[in-house]
């Protein structure tokens, strides 16, 4: 553990009050947190945040107990939890593609449905695995899951009967994903949005009809995004903040036009954090780049400028803000506490796993990393504290952690597993 030089830099009040004031909308605001439910990548809000609750000092059994498990084929995608219902993907036989819903009371298995849909990604990328990887999406009874060969499909949540599917190369011509269809599917109220067909589109949710197609980057190896988007509200203006392999990009919300683009500089355009704003700033973080916070401006003209950058290099693990500091797990392995006003480095830790899923609640962290190990951290940036540590699972954990309240969802390459807070 390191202080960084610059820790004690002074923040101007007046400029973080404005970072602050804003936050992303919810991405449907039916999905209330305190509904229970966990209805999409990274949560409620799809920023790795919940509701304040108590969360015990200890991961032990004593206070963390499993409540069931079961065996499943691997995957990258996170569970989605809603209506007393855990839905999780699988690939199986190294061919298929599998849905499946259990019962959150028992673990018992509601429904089954699977098809054809597996590929094999590029053999420099065969260590990040051949199966399913974006975390589906739950709204109104219906749960929408991204295949890998960039088929976006729609089930009825309660039986799992296919209602529409939108295979993206058959109906708009475009290449396979080299490395599959990676980016998490968003509900916004009827429509779903999702980066696929080379491009990002916006669907009728109900009908599976495209609504329109922007940010062309011509699908394949080198289009093809690897991160997730968000909604948010910049200079009063609503839209959707959208991450390419080359660029950050603000995208008009009724009629897909673009209203501003910012190149971020990433190793072979590995731009994978689903981006942070921060009331009219954006944070993101690059595989072989930097970090860097942008501001947005609009005088008739939408402006994008660096408040602040960095050395620090973003992998795979979106940040998530806890009051005035920013907590990114890097690819570096370790964790730093930065100033959302100022880039001022409160601390760095040791490293730990290659990856985190970050879930924050109140000023406690939750990190599970890829070898199963879950982590309990105080978010105070005065220094880091590791509050309790423990292995939940013993195959690799890439997929997202799911917290419902006093309940945790754990998914391994090779099953998924439930705890609950005692």
């Known amino acids: 553990m390191r202080r960084s030089l610059f820790g004690s830099r002074r923040i101007v009040t007046g400029v973080l009050s404005a970072v602050l004031a804003a936050t992303p909308l919810s991405l449907s605001e039916a999905q209330d947190p305190a509904t229970g439910a966990w209805p999409q990548w990274r949560g409620p809000s799809r920023t790795g945040q919940i509701e304040p609750t108590t969360w015990p000092d200890s991961l032990d059994e004593s206070h963390l107990s499993e409540v069931w498990r079961v065996e499943l084929g691997p995957s990258y995608s996170g569970p989605i939890v809603a209506d007393g219902k855990v839905f999780v993907t699988e690939t199986v036989d190294k061919q298929d593609e599998r849905v499946t819903a259990y019962s959150v009371a028992d673990g018992s298995k509601l429904w089954s449905v699977s098809w054809p849909g597996a590929m094999s990604v590029p053999f420099f990328a065969k260590a990040n695995g051949d199966w399913i990887r974006a975390t589906p999406a739950y709204a109104d009874g219906r749960l929408y899951v991204a295949g890998m060969r960039d088929v976006l499909v729609c089930l009825d949540a309660n039986d799992g009967h296919e209602l529409w599917r939108f295979d993206f190369p ?46 062309d980057d011509g699908g394949g190896m080198m289009g093809s995004a690897f991160s997730s988007p968000v909604r948010a509200k910049i200079r009063g203006v609503d839209q959707y903040v959208v991450q390419t392999r080359e660029k950050l990009c603000g995208v008009a919300v009724d009629d897909g036009r673009l209203l501003w683009e910012q190149t971020v500089p990433a190793f072979r355009g590995m731009n994978i954090l689903t981006p942070t ?142 705890f609950r807070w005692k």
Request: net charge negative.
């Open 277 to 418: 704003v921060l009331g009219d700033r954006i944070f993101t973080s690059a595989y072989g780049g930097e970090s860097f916070c942008y501001e947005l401006a609009n005088d008739g003209e939408w402006k994008v400028s660096t408040v602040w950058s960095g050395k620090w290099q973003g992998y795979m693990s979106s940040p998530v803000v806890v009051g005035e500091h920013l907590y990114l797990h890097q690819r570096n392995q370790r964790l730093v506490c930065l100033g959302v006003a100022d880039g001022a480095e409160a601390w760095t830790t040791k490293p730990f796993g290659k990856y985190w899923s970050l879930v924050a609640n109140g000023n406690r962290l939750l990190a599970l990393d890829e070898t199963g190990k879950l982590l309990l951290i105080d978010a105070d940036p005065a220094e880091f504290r590791l509050v309790s540590t423990r292995e939940v699972a013993t195959s690799e954990t890439w997929a997202h952690l799911a917290v419902v309240g006093d309940l945790l969802f754990v998914r391994s390459l090779d099953g998924l597993i439930v």
């Open 170 to 215: 058959e109906r708009l011509g475009t290449p396979l994903p080299d490395f599959g269809f990676v980016c998490s599917p968003m509900i916004d109220g009827e429509h779903l949005l999702v980066q696929a067909g080379g491009g990002f589109v916006k669907i009728d949710r109900a009908t599976g009809e495209l609504v329109w197609r922007v940010l």
